[in-house]
């Protein structure tokens, strides 16, 4: 069960609720989030809910029987929204677009990719200063210098910047600099990063792992929220199968399964899920129908020179037509579910 507490909630209050609930043996942990203050509780003893949700001090009650209880569907009336500022937000009834190349490679690259943003109205530009590349040998991005000077340039131009981070060590010289952190699919599973990201009141966006199931995915976003941050959003990214066809399979029904398990708003990286060029455009159309609040995909100016993943990055004229599209689109899954 979650219990949110009353913001003036006494300590008197506060013990007799905790005598309560250790008197029908659940465990429980306390959550402090930037916007509130739960307690998760777990056990099995039947009881009625009433008995808790009329106490003092208590806000709500809900039943969840989830093994991730926070990033539930089944306690929250609303969905999640990210608020990024400047009217900005995600997950609030609009459709987020992101693009940007998948590694920021220099001052003129950055100058060209943000004015092709801005002439399409996108707001938010993803980019790696930080790449995990498979092989040591391939070019792993320009760290926090290239990461300061993406940022005011971006700034100037009101762009949000999404950007990897790969350890607990660079969060906090990456903060001032950095509007949502990305964590990439090898570590979905890294805890301590996902408990470090969880101390800091900055968005989240966490990508599905390589071979993660959708439950992994939902309890590994548990681990940001019940460490105290409540804006998260999920990614699905493909996952790794036994076919060769394509770099990774797609995984559409983990979108609608997503948006029917969690309140978290879900995001589709079609570059990274299906990795041919050619296909992108189809797979992001696609993620909308199944109910994704926005995209993820790659641009350059031009893709046979980039450093990373050009095979899978859309150039400007493929990128301009695929951002008329996606809002189309949107715009049409609207209509049809009014």
Known sequence: MIIQLEKDITDIQRATLEAKLQSISYKTTEVNTQFADYIVGVGKKEFDIREIGTMPGIHDIHRVSDAYKLVSQKWKVEDTQVDLGDGISIGTGEFAIMAGPCSIESEAQIESTIDHLVKNNVRIMRGGVYKPRSSPYSFRGLGIDGLKLWYEKART???????????????????D?????QVGARN???????????????????????????????????????????????????????????????????????????????IADPSH?????????RIALASIMAGADGVIFEVHECPEKAFSDGQQTLDYGQSGALFNKLRKTFEFRKSIRS
């Open 157 to 175: 131009a009101g762009i949000k910047i999404i950007t990897e981070v790969m350890m607990t060590e660079q969060i906090d010289a990456m903060f």
């Open 177 to 181: 600099y950095v509007d949502i952190f």
């Open 188 to 266: 979905s599973q890294n805890f301590n990063l996902l408990d470090a990201l969880g101390k800091v009141d900055k968005p989240v966006m966490l990508k599905r792992g390589i071979s993660g199931t959708i439950d992994e995915l939902l309890q590994s976003a548990e681990y940001i929220f019940s460490n105290g941050n409540e804006r998260v959003m999920l990614c699905e990214r493909g996952i790794r199968t036994y076919e060769n066809s394509y770099r990774n399979c797609m995984d559409l029904n983990a979108i609608a399964m997503l948006k029917e398990k969690t309140h978290l708003p879900v």
């Open 273 to 281: 899920g299906i990795g041919v060029r050619r296909f992108v455009e």
